[in-house]
């Protein structure tokens, strides 16, 4: 009987190889999955298109070559290409964005799920981030730097320079998230008096930002 039980148990360990062989050998079956957004994206993204109705245009973005629109408060542009613009993304763990800072110009305080690369390609930029110990990371930046922000931490990036800034961004998601702290405050029906007490703001200046970001419950 000793002898028996102790066979079945190398069958199951020989058959908890297999299935975990199997299941490592299906993630390799697939060379790409670009999503389908007809149907709704779930945290393993989304289900794929069929392959035989893809093109090589299909794995070609070209949204990044074009300078964004920066006459905005922030005097700044993120154009992004992650799954939902760029559907060849889907499944692969990254995407990137094109940012465009003008004389001035902000991409404000914000986090990401994931971590981020930027790469500056004209002008002068500070960009920093803030630690979980709230120490602050920063420094200027030129053509040819490169800085890391690690996942989940707020960080930014300022154009100190008397010139347009350029910079490219790669994120390892197709679909980082983008979280900024001060929109996240004002867009939507957070009463003023709650924004106060957890920030220290006063009221005029939480109805200020309610008004640009286009809150209500002022």
Excluded: W
């Excluded at 148990?9 to 079956?29: E, H, M, P, Q």
């Excluded at 979280?179 to 996240?184: K, N, R, S, V, W």
């Excluded at 405050?185 to 970001?213: C, E, G, H, S, Y």
């Amino acid at each position: 009987m000793i002898q028996i039980s102790s066979n079945m148990d190398g069958l199951k360990i020989i058959l908890l190889f297999a299935i975990l062989i199997s299941f490592s050998s299906a993630t390799t079956v697939v060379d790409f999955c670009v999503a389908d957004l007809s149907f709704p994206g779930g945290p393993a993204g989304y289900p794929c298109r069929n392959p035989s109705n893809l093109t090589v245009d299909d794995f070609v973005f070209s949204g990044l070559g074009v300078a964004g629109n920066t006459e905005n408060i922030f005097n700044s542009s993120a154009f992004l290409a992650i799954d939902t613009t760029f559907p060849a993304l889907n499944g692969l763990g990254l995407s990137m964005a094109r940012l465009d800072l003008g004389v001035g110009g902000v991409i404000p305080i914000h986090s990401h799920r994931v971590s981020e690369v930027i790469l500056v390609i004209e002008g002068t930029i500070i960009a920093g981030f803030i630690g979980s110990d709230n120490t602050p990371y920063y420094k200027t930046l030129k053509k040819g730097d490169i800085m890391i922000f690690p996942h989940t931490l707020l960080h930014f990036q300022v154009n100190i320079g008397k010139t347009p800034a350029l910079a490219f961004v790669s994120l390892n998601s197709a679909s980082p998230g983008f979280q900024t702290t001060t929109i996240a405050l004002a867009a939507n029906d957070l009463p003023t008096d709650v924004i106060q007490k957890i920030t220290l703001l006063d009221a005029t200046q939480v109805r200020k930002l309610k008004t640009i970001f286009g809150g209500t419950n002022l």
